[in-house]
């Protein structure tokens, strides 16, 4: 990605958040293949020629139409001579022997069913790999493997939060939240934000954003929507006198972490450093609408939920951090730092030249002050 930045009005931008990125993928035939050599990268801990490849995925899910040959990838940014030759290959041959290489290799296969597991990241994976571990049931069984309760929560509901979640259930999940919030605070507004809030049909988890309008409130909600959860079941095990608290429990993992985020604080270097607000991982037994798993014998599923509380001035950058998509926020942050000597990041954006922080309502706020057209969330699948 060295092309000047200076673009004529018809090229397409290095940066993601120049291009309007629906989820109408014309190139998924070769953004499938960029992405898994990525990946793979991901996993043997080479960062920068993964993020290459990722970059070489996101400019083809931006075009209009499919490439139809080699050529037309000339006039396009951020794809080398690897991309290059990975398009080559699949136009000649209709797929990649490269590709297929590591879709089939043990390590990779072995990675990415490790880190499929919620709480399981890439070092625990590869450390599991090189151990010899395999499968599941080699993990459970080794005995000097301890699971934190992460990972233990994430292999007992594997089934479950491996399957994606529909949008349906996001907006069943979203009245669950939006009840208990309301309850512990009348003036709070909950919003989907995530990969939903980009207009994709499925995802992994939901992604919530609580707004609290009076100060301080953004610090005490999550613990006390937690705590609703939790005395929701005790009421009703009280009412209902003795039913196996499975039935009941609505909150089957929760993970809160307190916020750690200062006003002062400048807008960090590190990309891949969470944030600093108030906010809780969750997984939540979800009622199922129609037919009831029979083999399970249970009218319910459990799905993985995120809810983020930031202080309200703050709120719109972390609405913006948390819409994504992933290399979105990478590249405002690149461009915002490249381009306008600003730094960006889920909590503000600090003008270096003035040395102050510039303030933001909404995010349509946030691109004019970056001097970028605004790019709606559905636009921002890069
Ligand atoms: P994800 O839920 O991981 O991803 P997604 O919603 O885009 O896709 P999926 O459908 O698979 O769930 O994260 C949503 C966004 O939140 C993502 O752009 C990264 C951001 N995020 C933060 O900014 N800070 C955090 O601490 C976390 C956990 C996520
Ligand atoms: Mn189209
Ligand atoms: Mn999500
Ligand atoms: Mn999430």
Request: include cysteine; hydrophobic fraction near 40%.
């Amino acid at each position: 990605c060295a092309h000047p930045s200076a673009t004529p009005e018809s090229a397409v931008s290095q940066y993601a958040c120049q291009r309007r990125t629906t989820l109408d993928n014309h190139n998924k035939i070769f953004t499938d293949a960029l992405e898994v050599l990525a990946e793979n990268l991901e996993f043997c801990g080479n960062l920068g020629q993964s993020l290459a490849f990722r970059r070489a995925a996101s400019v083809l899910k931006s075009l209009p139409a499919a490439l139809r040959h080699l050529q037309e990838t000339q006039r396009l940014p951020c794809l080398g001579e690897h991309s290059r030759a990975i398009i080559e290959e699949i136009f000649e041959c209709g797929s990649s022997s490269r590709v297929e290489e590591i879709l089939n290799d043990e390590r990779y296969r072995t990675m990415k069913l490790f880190s499929s597991v919620f709480g399981v990241g890439p070092k625990t994976s590869e450390n599991w790999f090189f151990r010899g571990l395999r499968t599941f049931e080699q993990v459970l069984s080794e005995p000097s493997i301890r699971l934190n309760r992460m990972q233990t929560a994430g292999f007992l509901f594997y089934e479950d939060i491996s399957n994606p979640v529909s949008r349906t259930e996001a907006n069943a999940l979203k009245i669950l939240v939006e009840e208990a919030v309301i309850c512990v605070n009348p003036s709070a507004t909950v919003s989907i934000t995530g990969g939903f809030s980009r207009g994709k049909e499925f995802g992994h988890d939901v992604d919530f954003i609580i707004k609290t309008p009076e100060a301080g409130q953004e610090d005490v909600i999550l613990p006390a929507v937690i705590e609703r959860f939790k005395s929701q079941v005790q009421k009703r095990l009280f009412q209902q006198k003795v039913l196996s608290e499975d039935c009941l429990n609505i909150l089957l993992y929760s993970d809160f972490q307190e916020s750690t985020f200062d006003l002062r604080q400048l807008p960090t270097h590190c990309f891949e450093a969470m944030d600093h607000f108030s906010k809780c991982f969750l997984i939540i037994k979800l009622k199922r609408e129609q037919e009831t798993d029979a083999r399970a014998g249970r009218d319910w599923r459990a799905v993985r939920v995120d809810l983020v509380a930031p202080p309200l001035e703050r709120f719109a950058y972390a609405l913006l951090g948390w819409t994504g998509s992933t290399l979105f926020g990478r590249d405002l942050r690149r461009f915002a730092r490249l381009e306008r000597g600003k730094l960006l990041d889920n909590h503000a954006l600090y003008d270096k030249a003035t040395n102050t922080f510039l303030p933001a309502n909404t995010e349509e706020d946030i691109f004019a002050h970056l001097g970028l057209e605004y790019i709606e969330p559905w636009q921002r699948n890069a």
